[in-house]
T-cell receptor, first 112, second 113 residues
């Protein structure tokens, strides 16, 4: 069965630290990949997405993610986090059957 | 543009009672999704509509859950009867047909006591 795993359940960083959140998926076919963010009290919002082409995609608020097909990974990165990045981050995969599968989420806490 | 609107935001009911959630998608979005998000987990798809047709309801527990989207616009998700394990956040999302980006509502937090 298709699944998405995220490496960390909870990450705590100080402001200006670099961030990398891991995401791996299990599906052998063509995929679209997403990172969503949910700020406290708000709805899920799309951070960035990968369809095809350049495996390094840039999203909003300085986030980027790299698709490594051989590793079935789509890790999220940001060189310098801010307190306002405190949120829940979800990796998601859309399969060729139009099914979107979400990972369990990583809670990021940024300490001022 | 207005986002996906869900109501109510919160609902507390006793077990065995019925409950219904309502979703109004973004205007022009033909695809509508209902997800359930348990505490500490990612959203899980319950049902996906293309206009008024349910094209994927494989994860919907059909013994107690039902959904409708009669006019291909807004949608209702119902649970009857509710069980303690149904406590979760129920999310609605919509997208344009063929688009890969879905827009989410704020969800309805259901607590079954």
């Amino acid at each position: 069965a298709q699944s998405v795993s995220q490496h960390n359940h909870h990450v705590i960083l100080s402001e200006a630290a670099s961030l990398e959140l891991g995401c791996n998926y299990s599906y052998g076919g063509t995929v679209n990949l997403f990172w969503y963010v949910q700020y406290p009290g708000q709805h899920l919002q799309l951070l960035l997405k990968y369809f095809s082409g350049d495996p390094l995609v840039k999203g909003i608020k300085g986030f980027e993610a790299e698709f490594i097909k051989s590793k079935f990974s789509f890790n999220l990165r940001k060189p310098s986090v801010q307190w306002s990045d405190t949120a829940e981050y979800f990796c998601a995969v859309k399969t060729s059957y139009d099914k979107v599968i979400f990972g369990p989420g990583t809670s990021l806490s940024v300490i001022p | 543009e207005a986002g996906v609107v869900q109501s109510p935001r919160y609902k507390i009911i006793e077990k065995k009672q019925p409950v219904a959630f309502w979703c109004n998608p973004i205007s022009g979005h033909n695809t509508l999704y209902w997800y359930r998000q348990n505490l500490g987990q990612g959203p899980e798809l319950l049902i996906r509509y293309e206009n008024e047709e349910a094209v994927d309801d494989s994860q919907l527990p059909k013994d107690r859950f039902s959904a409708e989207r009669l006019k291909g616009v807004d949608s209702t998700l119902k649970i009857q009867p509710a069980e303690l394990g149904d406590s979760a956040v129920y999310l609605c999302a919509s997208s344009r047909t063929g688009s890969t980006e879905a827009f989410f509502g704020q969800g309805t937090r259901l607590t079954v006591v």
